[in-house]
């Protein structure tokens, strides 16, 4: 009879693949693919900090909105990349470990927020950069996604290095 497979043991062949094996026994690509994913996360962070903060009112208030997410958009989403690419891997590396790891679960918790904050805010902030620059004061909605961004990233962020310290009680 089939038996289905806990998502324990989905974690433990992910971590028995070659790839991931390879990557966790790698005295360089491990670090490598690491200091890639640092990279992405301060190439992505900045540009999510500078839109939020120009959102907020509080940098780069000689551009216009529509500008600054513009210009910045392909920056953003090439940290996004780097930044996910390598957490798969990274991830994938250790997957038993972080399958015990609150702050691994915690981390994925606040990504699915932020999911559902992009699709909340897509139209009426991110997409809408122009009426944004029309108003004569910067709208709720936009202060109120821009806080919410930077909550919710400071949160990964901050998860995501917490990973590190969790030690597994025997």
Known sequence: KGRAMTLLAIFQWLQSTE?????????????????????????????????DMRLLGLVMRGST?????????????????????????????????YYHNPFFWCKLALFMLVII????????V????????RATVIPTNAKVAACLSLALWLGIVSFGRLIGYYEIKP
């Not at 991110?126 to 620059?133: E, G, L």
């Open 117 to 124: 904050h992009a699709l909340v805010f897509r139209n009426s």
């Open 19 to 51: 790839v991931a094996t390879a990557l966790r026994e790698s005295s360089w690509v491990y670090p490598i693919v690491m200091a890639t994913h640092l990279t992405g996360m301060a190439l992505f962070g900045g540009m999510i900090l500078i839109t």
């Open 65 to 97: 909105v529509t500008d600054v997410v513009g210009g910045l958009r392909p920056w953003k989403h090439f940290g996004l990349l780097l930044t996910a690419a390598c957490g798969i891997f990274l991830a994938l590396s250790k997957a038993e470990y």
């Open 126 to 133: 991110y997409r809408n950069t122009a009426a944004i620059d």
